[in-house]
């Protein structure tokens, strides 16, 4: 006997993936986009896509649900994570000065991942409001080769910075899945 879920999918087809791809809102019909900040964009919505997909279904104690001790990682903490990392990205673009924390200090985003409704809710409000306030602000810079901030980052390395926290938590979110329920695939 094991506490350890039945593997499962909800694809039919093929059975190794998350759903069948006639009903994978990921895929799209036709050509890839042109050019390569359209590439870059289509790229960081899929996989914000896919960290969406991988917390469906899920009440607020699967979400909050802890990976492998000493870690505080839960798929809850990784919505929260990925808001204060949205959030520090703006301040990246700007001179200004740092816009606040949104979830306090170090790792907070994580240890403070419990398994309420409310903070449920919350974490999903705050990724929306971030993930669209670093989108409008790179908006303003539609130029891949320009250097923005203080640091003066490319707006191309600022994208595929995004791109690449995005991908290895999506990474993160397939194990924690996978030991929520079983859940498994693409």
């Known amino acids: 006997m094991t506490d350890q879920p039945a593997r499962w999918t909800q694809a039919t087809?093929?059975?190794?993936?998350?759903?069948?791809?006639?009903?994978?809102?990921?895929?799209?019909?036709?050509?890839?986009?042109?050019?390569?900040?359209?590439?870059?964009?289509?790229?960081?919505?899929?996989?914000?896509?896919?960290?969406?997909?991988?917390?469906?279904?899920?009440?607020?104690?699967?979400?909050?649900?802890?990976?492998?001790?000493?870690?505080?990682?839960?798929?809850?903490?990784?919505?929260?994570?990925?808001?204060?990392?949205?959030?520090?990205?703006?301040?990246?673009?700007?001179?200004?000065?740092?816009?606040?924390?949104?979830?306090?200090?170090?790792?907070?985003d994580f240890d403070g991942a419990v398994a309420e409704q409310a903070e449920v809710d919350a974490a999903y409000a705050h990724l929306e409001r971030e993930q669209a306030a670093t989108d409008a602000a790179l908006a303003a810079h539609p130029d891949l080769g320009e250097r923005v901030g203080k640091e003066g980052i490319a707006v191309r390395e600022l994208m595929v910075h995004r791109i690449e926290e995005y991908a290895r938590h999506c990474g993160h979110a397939d194990l924690l899945r996978e030991c929520v329920d079983g859940r498994v695939g693409q």
């Not at 759903?19 to 019909?29: A, C, F, L, T």
């Not at 050509?31 to 960081?44: H, I, K, N, R, W």
């Not at 960290?51 to 802890?66: D, F, H, P, S």
Request: charged content about 30%.
């Open 13 to 108: 087809v093929y059975p190794d993936m998350w759903v069948d791809p006639d009903d994978d809102p990921r895929n799209s019909e036709g050509v890839s986009p042109d050019g390569e900040l359209a590439t870059l964009q289509d790229f960081l919505t899929g996989y914000r896509m896919t960290l969406r997909m991988k917390c469906e279904g899920l009440n607020a104690e699967q979400l909050a649900r802890r990976s492998v001790p000493p870690s505080a990682m839960s798929l809850l903490g990784l919505l929260r994570h990925l808001a204060e990392v949205e959030r520090d990205w703006r301040n990246w673009i700007t001179d200004g000065d740092p816009l606040p924390k949104l979830y306090g200090e170090r790792d907070a």
